[in-house]
């Protein structure tokens, strides 16, 4: 059974920073390309960033590039969000996804973990 586990969310004043770790279990950690996705509250879900199996490539979305971190622990089978000079138009439910690393599709997704960013 294949689980993602988001943790590291909560609130912090603009500025600030924090750090989303995304435990996995079930998965061949290492065929999977992993992304963090988010959604904010009235809004459909959006794209924040994505990893490479192997951890050479990333992406980044245009609203956090420069400010966020994405990377990976093959041996830890985590993945991680760096978050900095936090706005709150950053606050939002922050996911992660696993999409195996020869396909298109986040096939397997976490719960979600809050972000709220005060002003």
């Known amino acids: 059974q294949v689980q993602l586990v988001e943790s590291g969310g909560g609130l912090v004043q603009a500025g600030g920073s924090l750090r989303l770790s995304c435990a996995t279990s079930g998965l061949t950690f290492d065929m999977y390309a992993m992304g963090w996705f988010r959604q904010a509250p009235g809004k459909e879900r959006e794209y924040v960033t994505d990893?490479?199996?192997?951890?050479?490539?990333?992406y980044y979305a245009d609203s956090v590039k420069g400010r966020a971190t994405i990377s990976r622990d093959n041996a830890k089978k985590m993945v991680y969000l760096q978050i900095n000079g936090l706005k709150p138009e950053d606050t939002a439910v922050y996911y992660c996804?696993?999409?195996?690393?020869?396909?298109?599709?986040?096939?397997?997704w976490g719960q979600g973990t809050q972000v709220t960013v005060s002003s």
């Open positions: 990893i490479s199996w192997s951890g050479g490539t990333t």
């Open positions: 996804a696993a999409r195996h690393r020869s396909g298109i599709k986040y096939e397997y």
